[in-house]
């Protein structure tokens, strides 16, 4: 009895240690990219201001986002942009193409971060006619 007594209490105390471990890795947190600073106003009620035709966009994007999974659309249309980047931001330009004159768009855009995770945003915007 007393054997199994102290084979329990090793056990325990094995167990206890082995729970307690740590490797001293840390797992690494992935942000997910951030967009901000649209350039162009948003549509809302009840200012529902309208941007010009053929208007130029730009926002930003943090800078752990990778530049080359960025997606930009508009009413599921991919759109044509061009990405300045630097250590603080990623700056992501476009225009809106002609045939969105008159109407409401949304734009999309979305993007991985280094370490994989991803997010997504949008805007919706209200372009003037010609």
Not at 15 to 20: K, R
Not at 108 to 113: M, P, Q, T, Y
Request: proline content about 5%.
């Amino acid at each position: 009895m007393k054997v199994t007594k102290m084979l329990f209490i090793v056990a325990v105390l094995f167990t206890g240690t082995a729970m307690a471990y740590e490797s001293g890795k840390v797992d690494e947190i992935c942000k997910k990219p951030q967009f901000r600073d649209l350039s162009l106003p948003v549509y809302q009620e009840p200012e529902k201001i309208e941007v010009p035709p053929e208007s130029t966009l730009s926002f930003l994007i943090s800078p752990w986002a990778k530049a080359d999974t960025i997606k930009l659309t508009a009413k599921n249309q991919d759109l044509e942009y061009s990405i300045e980047s630097n250590s603080s931001f990623h700056r992501v330009k476009a225009k809106l193409p002609a045939t969105f004159n008159g109407q409401f768009v949304r734009i999309n855009v979305s993007a991985k971060a280094e370490l994989g995770c991803s997010d997504k945003n949008g805007w919706l915007i209200k372009v003037a006619d010609k």
